[in-house]
């Protein structure tokens, strides 16, 4: 008896318009196991997985090849003959996959009773069954909760408790953590090796996460531009790879460095937090005003607790914690952008939420923040001549020396003069947040306050970032505050590396040593959560 692989791609070209973007892709997937197709965006992985599900976006064909699903070719049948049945699929964003409207419970259950599996009664039941297989805690009480209630693991565990409603045969999983912190992704993917083992699931993962690859699939396809470059075993490809672009991904993995980088001279504090502590108070809107109740005073949460920092001219300060551990309300407090309940925040020897008048606009100018997302933090509507000119314009530049400022920004930030001319969606994801840096550079700012500002790239456009960070480190003097829930990035960068819990420094120390020996408990949950092939290759390296 012949045994099909359950997914088999031949010579798959798709074409938006006159552009091809596959061009002849072969996959094989065998039933119950797993594949990774690896790229950086623009590659084809999204694509591939769209033209599986028979769902490309409008001007999108499959123009050749064939795609086979258990032997059978599913090109040209409807979508809905797949979709959600044999063939479903998990989203990157939690967020945005999840209706914000709707209860958890309604939306699996509305999954089951639209496909016919069940009636209004057996969907609660089978939901709750879903809810149990994902581990999801508390079942009966998270059916009535929101997905605003749910925390960015909890979100993602629906989202695959929605995908395993019809009994699929192959999940397509498309960055499945990426907006997930490294522990709670540790969590995710522990869960889907089981479900797999557990159901006997097909997966295909798509990631430019090298690292969840290497753990999670047997298999691993290369792509770029739409091409394979590479496919084969997992361990003959990611550790014996053949092809030059392979090799360049792997070589922008971060590492762990568990040497100990050279100490910048002694220099005075420039910036610092002194016994810090900052609590939000629970506010529920309602139309645009506060709901007035007749209750206690309302609860409130405490974002930071006593915490003391202080950054030097020339140094880079990773802090690490996962979402909710107080890193970036800690980055606000440094900039000015939110004053603290109690405590000091100090800039150039400067109280900074003291201060008034033209110390207070001097004190802004020199702290700026560089944002995760270039694309929200940049006006879709300026060219980016226009973008770096307004800092200038704040600074009282003359117009005459401002086109001449303009192009030293960009030199500085290592992108083409003619750039002024662009708009923000005319440029990749690496080139939009130069042109952040060099916005905030316009204001020469003595400290740079980086919120995640290379989790949303690349692995190897988040190497050229931090190569150009630590260059602009070295060549301005520039002190840096680089937050991350991510180890092996921040380990790349940083001097010293801080760590954070539910509002609290837990530890810190100087980058090699903290790497080699943490002394926390939750540092080394830290650690152990990073993936393994990451940190293999970094101890081979060490």
């Known amino acids: 008896m012949t045994h099909h692989p359950i997914l088999d791609i031949e010579k798959l070209d798709v074409r938006y318009g006159s552009q091809t973007v596959l061009h002849g892709v072969d996959l094989q997937l065998p039933r119950g196991d797993s594949v990774g197709i690896v790229g950086e965006s623009g590659s084809g992985k999204s694509t591939l997985a769209w033209a599986i599900l028979g769902l490309l976006p409008p001007g999108g064909v499959v123009s050749g090849g064939s795609l086979r699903f258990n032997g059978q070719d599913i090109l040209g049948r409807p979508a809905s003959a797949l979709r959600g049945g044999r063939i479903a ?52 009480t998270l059916l009535h909760a929101y997905p605003h209630q749910l925390s960015g693991g909890m979100k993602q565990r629906v989202v695959i408790a929605t995908a395993l409603a019809c009994s699929p045969e192959l999940l397509l999983l498309d960055e499945p953590t990426t ?21 006997g699931l097909s997966m295909m993962f798509i990631s430019h996460n090298i690292g969840l690859v290497e753990r999670m699939c047997s298999r691993v396809t290369v792509l770029r531009h739409g091409k394979v470059q590479e496919s084969g075993p997992a361990t003959q490809v990611l550790w014996q790879p053949r092809h030059a672009y392979t090799r360049k991904l792997l070589a922008a993995l971060p590492r762990l ?17 002194r ?14 005003l506060a709901r007035v109740l007749r209750l206690p005073e309302p609860p409130s949460v405490a974002a930071l607790s006593g915490v003391s920092l202080s950054l030097h001219p020339g140094e880079v300060v990773g802090l690490v914690g996962e979402s909710g551990s107080g890193k970036s309300t800690l980055g606000r407090c440094l900039i ?55 800092p200038l314009q704040l600074l009282g530049m003359p117009r005459t020396r401002q086109q ?27 080139e939009k947040q130069r042109v952040g840096i060099a916005r905030t550079l316009a204001l020469e700012p003595s400290v740079l306050v ?14 050229a970032i931090l190569e150009l960070l630590q ?54 949950q830290l650690l152990a959560s990073v993936p393994p092939f990451v940190a293999q290759r970094s101890l081979k390296a060490a």
Not at 275 to 285: M, T
Request: charged share 25%.
């Open 257 to 273: 460095r568990y040497d100990q980088p050279p100490a910048p001279a002694p220099a005075a504090v420039i910036a610092q937090a």
């Open 336 to 390: 000015g952008l939110q004053a603290p309940d109690s405590g000091q925040v100090e800039l150039e020897g400067h109280d900074i939420y003291a201060a008034r008048g033209a110390t207070a606009r001097q004190l802004r100018r020199r702290s700026q923040m560089v944002f995760q997302n270039p694309d929200s933090s940049l006006n879709p509507r300026h060219r980016i001549g226009e973008v770096l000119r307004r």
């Open 404 to 430: 001449a400022r303009i192009d030293e920004l960009l030199d500085l930030v290592r992108l083409p003069r003619h750039y002024v001319d662009r708009y923000p969606h005319q440029l990749s994801g690496g």
């Open 275 to 288: 016994n810090v502590s900052l609590s939000f108070r629970s506010v529920h809107p309602l139309g645009g």
């Open 471 to 524: 260059d602009l480190r070295d060549r301005l003097g520039v002190a840096m505050l680089f937050i991350s829930h991510d180890l092996a990035v921040v380990s790349q960068i940083a001097d010293r590396v801080v760590v954070m819990r539910h509002g609290v420094i837990v530890e810190q120390g100087q980058t090699g040593a903290l790497m080699r020996h943490p002394q926390h408990e939750y540092t080394r």
């Open 89 to 140: 699929m998990v989203f990157q964003d939690p967020f945005t996959a999840l209706n914000p409207s709707l209860p958890i419970g309604r939306q699996i259950t509305e999954v089951l009773i639209e496909r016919g599996l069940a009636d209004a009664h057996s969907a609660r039941t089978e939901a709750l069954r879903l809810m149990d297989e994902v581990r999801l805690p508390r079942a009966e």
């Open 179 to 199: 907006a997930l912190d490294v522990t709670v992704e540790a969590r995710i993917l522990d869960l889907l090796d089981e479900l797999r083992k557990d159901r």
């Open 450 to 463: 980086c919120d995640e500002a290379t989790s949303a790239l690349d692995v190897s456009v988040q190497a």
